[in-house]
């Protein structure tokens, strides 16, 4: 009897070993994959918000694949719009500061948690979170993608709004830029989201994809002319809208930002 009791100790006392060991493993990669410059607590604390706040659209293993699964929104058309929660072990990203094919900065991470993506449901966490959690959750969701320790994200894209961007003049030249480059194929004659391609996108992933309309809609990252500027100049990877940051000059791209305001009836 005694005999068996040690016995069943020294099994015991093996199989908490071997539970040790498998625990800690994954958190020591963790940190190696953060990069430098990132502590364990920062992790330890960032995958606490993640497990709270983010998993249950994003999932455990940060693949998208969770309880939600796909969002559906209709809109007045009666059109249906499903969007699926990043998926953030491919490393892509569409709502950056930086030009396409890049990493976003941490700051466009940061401001994304900020204010959520509001077409989309992903909610804002700007007051539910402090600054120290939500930079915490931002560098855990870095730990799913091999790309944060292969790359550094490139420099943000500069932008400077002229004056005269929404004046008349300006929204008539952009209306030219709007047709010469064709983003009426996707976006529609009037920027409704209901251009001769619009119902046959796909993302990279091959699931349905549509474009914005410009009339009724907020942007996922809010509707300033900034924000519409950097949107085509740096173009959303991973959703077939390209970058016009190589075919279109600065100035050109400026008229393009009244037009579309123009559409969304935030100037005259
Ligand atoms: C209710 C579901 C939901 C929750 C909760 C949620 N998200 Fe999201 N998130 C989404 C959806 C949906 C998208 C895709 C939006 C799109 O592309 O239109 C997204 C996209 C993102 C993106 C990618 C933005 C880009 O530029 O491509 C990041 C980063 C992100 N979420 C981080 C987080 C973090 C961090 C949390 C927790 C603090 C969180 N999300 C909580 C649904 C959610
Ligand atoms: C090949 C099709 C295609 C073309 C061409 C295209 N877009 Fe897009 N665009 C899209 C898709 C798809 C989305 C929606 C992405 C999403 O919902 O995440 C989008 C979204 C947008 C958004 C909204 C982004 C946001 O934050 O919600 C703006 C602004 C925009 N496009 C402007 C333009 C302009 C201006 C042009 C022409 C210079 C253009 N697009 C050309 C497919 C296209």
């Known amino acids: 009897m005694v005999r068996f009791t040690v016995k069943l100790n020294v099994v015991l006392f093996s199989s908490l070993l071997m539970m040790f060991f498998l625990t800690s493993a994954p958190a020591a990669q963790e ?7 990132v502590s364990e607590a920062v992790l330890k604390l960032g995958k606490r918000v993640y497990e709270v706040r983010c998993l249950v659209c994003h999932g455990e293993e940060g693949d998208g694949n969770s309880f ?15 969007t699926y929660p990043r998926d953030f072990t491919v490393g892509v990203f569409r709502f950056r500061s930086t030009p396409t094919g890049c990493l976003p900065t941490t700051e466009d991470l940061i401001k994304i948690v900020d204010r959520g993506v509001p077409r989309s449901f992903m909610p ?12 915490a959750v931002v560098e855990y969701i870095k730990t799913f993608s091999e790309r944060w320790e292969e790359e550094e994200p490139c420099d943000p894209i500069e932008v400077k709004k002229p004056d005269w961007v929404g004046s008349e003049i300006s929204v008539q030249k952009g209306k030219k830029v709007y047709k010469d480059m064709k983003c009426w194929e996707c976006h529609g004659y009037e920027g409704k989201g209901d251009g001769p391609k619009a119902d046959k996108l796909k993302d990279d992933w091959g699931k349905q994809i549509w474009p914005f309309n410009f009339v009724t809609g907020e942007l996922k990252r809010g ?20 970058s016009y940051e190589d075919s279109l000059s600065e100035e050109d791209r400026w008229h393009l930002v009244s037009y579309t305001l123009k559409l969304m009836g935030l100037v005259k």
């Open 223 to 242: 509707s300033s002319p900034e924000n519409v500027y950097i949107t085509f100049t740096t173009g959303l990877d991973g959703t077939g809208m390209p």
């Open 68 to 82: 939600v699964k796909v969002i559906r929104r209709s809109e007045l058309s009666g059109r249906i719009i499903e």
């Open 31 to 37: 940190t190696g994959e953060a990069g430098e410059g």
């Open 124 to 135: 804002p966490h700007e007051k539910s979170l402090s600054l120290e959690e939500r930079k």
